[in-house]
């Protein structure tokens, strides 16, 4: 595979299996003598050891899906400025799964969203999640680690993993997987370079507008037990903002689920 992108992708590390990609990026910048270049992937195959949010296991079948990890290096992002990453990476896969249904089938691609923080689903249902894991140093992002996993050709999951579905679930067809990799490619970058510009409400805007259950009364379980609300922002720590009983709240990723 050869990436016709400016820098994603343009040093591919091809593995069959791997614990985790994260791990062996993380790896790969303890370890090096020279660090690698900015947009290194490592891709694998298989993952016996995937890692999710909130200290859960990605899993996933075999030669399936796109399981991946970038290395990044925003350094002049602030500490602060942080979930401006997050949002991007997850509008560049919002981006990608846009294209691949708009040329697999005539479905509706507003059904896709991303899920606060960086989940990407399909109606109520989980195609696929992000995990960054970032290194700081004083008030500035030194290194970043972007584990990607999608689900594209897989159509059994675990009994546990009931809200799972893929790409080939929704249109009914395979996709190609490493054209999509380098589709992937190409979004992941262009979104990339909208923060290295710093084009931060362009990113917002469109993050609030691709975002699951945006403005819709829900119930949600939280700290403080099961309240109703509704979702109407993100604040810049990347807290989500839920209006319940006419006054906003703000809950970090471990203080609020959502009840699907």
Known sequence: MHASTLFIGQSLIELDQVDSTNVYARQMLDTSTVRPIEGTVVFTHYQFSGKGQRGTTWSSQA??????????????L???????????MALGVLDLMKCIVAEQSDLDATK???????????????????????????????????????????VDFASELSQATSVRRITGHDVDLKNTIQQAFHFLEARYLQVKARKFD?????????????NEAHDFYTIDGVVHGKITGVDTDGKLEVLVAEKHRYYDLKEIRFLI
């Open 63 to 76: 030669g399936k899906n796109i399981m991946m990890s970038l290395i990044l290096y925003p350094e002049t």
């Open 78 to 88: 602030a500490a602060r400025e942080q979930f401006y990453l997050s949002m991007a």
């Open 112 to 154: 896709l969203h991303v899920k606060w923080p960086n989940d990407l689903y399909h109606e109520n249902h989980k195609l696929g999640g992000i995990l960054i894991e970032n290194s700081l140093r004083k008030e500035s992002i030194q290194t970043s680690i972007v584990g990607i996993g999608i689900n594209l050709n897989q």
């Open 202 to 214: 362009k990113i917002k805007t469109d993050y609030l507008a691709a975002l699951y259950r945006f």
